[in-house]
């Protein structure tokens, strides 16, 4: 069974720094592309940022320049820095074979999420 779990989530005071985790098992991830997205309350779940097994990372236009996606085989991570109380929502780990895609009809896994909660 393919599992994606994510840790790291907590509650975090305006300009601060959270560093979230994900894990996948259950298969090889070589050829997969990893993503993080987000959903608020409210809201419609967006993309965030992705890495693909190899080449260059995407990152949504709201958070170019805060937060970093980086890899490790089928572990990705999420550091966030200079968090903004509208960056609190629940964030999504997912996977999809290939290329970055940002639309999240076009994953395959998905994990449970984590909630960022960010302060004012």
């Known amino acids: 069974q393919v599992q994606l779990v994510e840790s790291g989530g907590g509650l975090v005071q305006t300009g601060g720094s959270l560093r979230l985790s994900c894990e996948g098992s259950g298969r090889t991830f070589n050829s997969y592309s990893m993503a993080w997205f987000r959903q608020a309350p409210g809201k419609e779940r967006e993309f965030v940022a992705a890495?693909?097994?190899?080449?260059t990372s995407r990152y949504a236009d709201f958070v170019k320049g805060r937060f970093t996606i980086s890899r490790a085989y089928a572990k990705v991570y999420l550091q966030m820095n200079s968090l903004k109380p509208e960056d609190t929502a629940v964030y999504y780990c997912?996977?999809?074979?290939?290329?970055?895609?940002?639309?999240?009809?076009?994953?395959?896994?998905w994990g449970k999420g984590t909630l960022v909660t960010v302060s004012s």
């Open positions: 890495v693909p097994w190899t080449g």
């Open positions: 997912a996977a999809n074979y290939g290329r970055i895609e940002v639309m999240e009809g076009r994953m395959d896994y």
